[in-house]
């Protein structure tokens, strides 16, 4: 069983990463992947784990992008984490987010919900601030009952509060992957546009700019789904992975590596993603060894 998919506290989980590795050791993992968004930042202390564990600790990244005017989200899996173009690109997100962030307090104050945004920020440790953090601040203000209703209402795509980041094109976001050493993966493809897409024809598209991989196994994916997105991953000579989005308590229920309890990512899809990615920087050389 592998998880390649789970956030820590740099960027909206509630897990330090080291704790995420004692969970996924204890859940007798074979791989675990963080993959925080938009941001490297929490790696270092990931991988650091991993002469300890026998857990296969893989480094990774989620990407937002603009897909046919919807919000799609890209896995990276195996990037290098000290790669210094990579780090100087997702500065430029970083910069993007916090102009975003700003916008999205102003647009809530002037619907009648003010959220100060160091109060924010005081719910972001890593300094990354995403819509999950606005969510518990609008609750902690009292202008929602829970983080759900909160994005239901306020910060979802199309309600008021909602303020769309700068895009980044899926080219531009599996280029930025693939040239950290990485592989470039469609994230939780059942969720895109609500759930109601045919994917068909736009996964030979998104193939064609640079994505490798398909996260056909996910927490949220109904069985009929998984068998979907496989199928269609074949068809599309798409490699599969998997993951639960693991967030902690940010995602009360979802369980590390389990989901809501019957996702169960075989083995395989380590060494299917594994030989896609580019040739590892020296780096990562030294943590196979040791693995
Ligand atoms: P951001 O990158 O700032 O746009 O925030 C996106 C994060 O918000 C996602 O990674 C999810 O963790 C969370 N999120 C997005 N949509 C929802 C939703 N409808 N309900 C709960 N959490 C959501
Ligand atoms: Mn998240
Ligand atoms: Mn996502
Ligand atoms: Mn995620």
Redesign the pocket.
């Known amino acids: 069983m592998i998880d390649f998919h789970t956030h820590s506290t740099f960027s909206d989980g509630t897990d330090t990463p080291e704790r995420l590795v004692e969970l996924g050791e204890a859940a007798g993992l074979r791989a675990l992947a963080l993959t925080d968004h938009d941001t490297v930042d929490g790696l270092e202390r990931f991988l650091d784990c991993q002469p300890r564990v026998s857990v296969r600790l893989v480094p990774g990244i ?1 990407l937002s992008c603009r897909f046919l005017g919807r919000e799609l ?1 890209m896995l990276g899996l195996f990037v290098d984490p000290v790669d210094a173009r990579f780090r100087e690109r997702l500065e430029q997100l970083r910069r993007r987010r916090e102009a975003r962030n700003t916008q999205m307090a102003r647009r809530l104050a002037e619907s009648g919900r003010p959220v100060d945004l160091d109060s924010v920020r005081a719910l972001a440790p890593g300094g990354l601030i995403t819509r999950t953090h606005f969510a518990q601040a609008l609750v902690d203000h009292g202008h929602a009952r829970t983080p759900r209703e909160a994005f239901h209402r306020f910060l979802a795509e199309g309600a008021q509060g909602h303020v769309p980041m700068e895009p980044l094109s899926p080219r531009e976001a599996a280029t930025w992957i693939r040239e950290a050493g990485g592989v470039a993966a469609i ?2 493809p059942g969720r895109f546009a609500d759930g109601r897409f045919v994917w068909d024809e736009a996964l030979a598209d998104l193939k064609a700019q640079g994505v490798q991989a398909l996260e056909a196994y996910y927490a949220d994916h109904a069985p009929n789904q998984e068998r979907h997105f496989l199928a269609l991953a074949q068809r599309t000579g798409l490699a599969v992975c998997g993951g639960s ?1 693991y967030h902690g308590v940010a995602k009360p229920g979802l369980v590390l590596g389990r989901g809501w309890g019957s996702l169960r990512v075989p083995d395989a899809c380590l060494d299917g993603l594994a030989a896609l990615r580019n040739a590892p920087p020296a780096r990562m050389k030294a943590i196979e060894v040791q693995a």
Request: net charge negative; aromatic share 0%; proline share 0%.
């Open positions: 989620e989200h994230a939780h989005d």
